[in-house]
């Protein structure tokens, strides 16, 4: 879930700022964390305290409550400041953003013994959405996000299953291009260049994470996939957490970049991120 909050420190300050360049410093003395990292962080907590629905609705109304001017939207704001633990109907791209760690729970051995979808972990993200953003775009964008991200951690292990050769990352790439516009009907034959000529700011699922999905198709490591999101204007700090969640799955992250983003957290976000590197490599 780093990719996400790496993401999400790098876009803050573009976000009512756009740029349409790479060429900008990755992290800037103004930077900080927003939503985005509060509610990924919320995700990772509610898998290790089960996973199962009230979980996320428990852990979304806690860390919300806990970081109550991290920048959240109107509607989901309202809900939680609220008792009403029913769903919205929000197809905003909050479910995409928050949604990485139920990617890194989900079973890889399944899917390579069989190349089936695997069910263990599975419905977590589509739990992770639906708490909230319950109208089937927001579902689809935290399934497309949640898609990406295995698929590469897939790749990443090297298929150390041993039930096939491992993957270049072209053909990787090529392979989440195929499951996402097949399966989820997401457009990802664009390019860079083709969006930046009309893209502008877009809360929605649709017009993010396809965006994002291509600014990681583009890449060739994960300072270059943060690089490309913030590129795109728009919704910047969602953009390239979506961006870098994918990221890290496909290329790690390196330790510097790491470091640095570790300095724009407290230590209440701290210690969940130190708490789930343990739970992943337990689970």
């Not at 190349?115 to 089937?136: I, K, L, M």
Request: with cysteine; proline share 4%; charged share 25%.
């Amino acid at each position: 879930m780093l990719g996400a909050i790496i993401g999400d420190i790098v876009g803050s300050v573009y976000e009512w700022h756009n740029i349409n360049t790479k060429d900008f410093p990755l992290f800037r003395d103004d930077c900080f964390f927003t939503d985005d990292t509060v509610m990924t962080v919320a995700t990772a907590d509610a898998l290790m305290n089960g996973g199962e629905k009230n979980d996320f609705i428990d852990a979304y109304k806690k860390w919300g409550r806990l970081y109550p001017n991290a920048g959240y939207g109107g509607r989901f704001g309202s809900w939680l400041n609220s008792d009403e633990c029913e769903p919205y109907n929000s197809w905003g791209n909050g479910s995409a953003m928050r949604v990485s760690p139920c990617a890194w729970v989900m079973n890889c051995g399944f899917y390579g013994r069989t190349g089936c979808w695997p069910s263990n972990g599975w419905e977590t993200v589509t739990f992770s959405a639906e708490v909230t953003h319950n109208h089937p775009e927001g579902i689809k964008g935290a399934q497309a996000t949640a898609a990406a991200i295995f698929l590469c951690r897939f790749y990443a292990e090297g298929h150390a299953f041993g039930y096939s050769e491992p993957w270049s990352i072209d053909e990787l790439k090529a392979e989440i291009k195929k499951l996402i516009e097949s399966n989820l009907g997401y457009d990802l034959s664009r390019t860079l260049d083709e969006i930046r000529l009309t893209y502008r700011f877009n809360e929605s699922c649709q017009d993010t994470v396809p965006q994002a999905t291509i600014a990681f198709l583009e890449s060739t490591d994960f300072e270059d996939a943060i690089r490309n999101a913030i590129s795109l204007g728009g919704d910047s700090d969602t953009l390239a957490a979506i961006t870098g969640s994918i990221a890290e799955a496909a290329y790690g992250i390196p330790q510097w970049i790491k470091d640095k983003a570790w300095t724009y957290l407290d230590e209440p976000l701290r210690d969940v991120c130190r708490r789930w590197r343990k739970f992943t490599n337990e689970t």
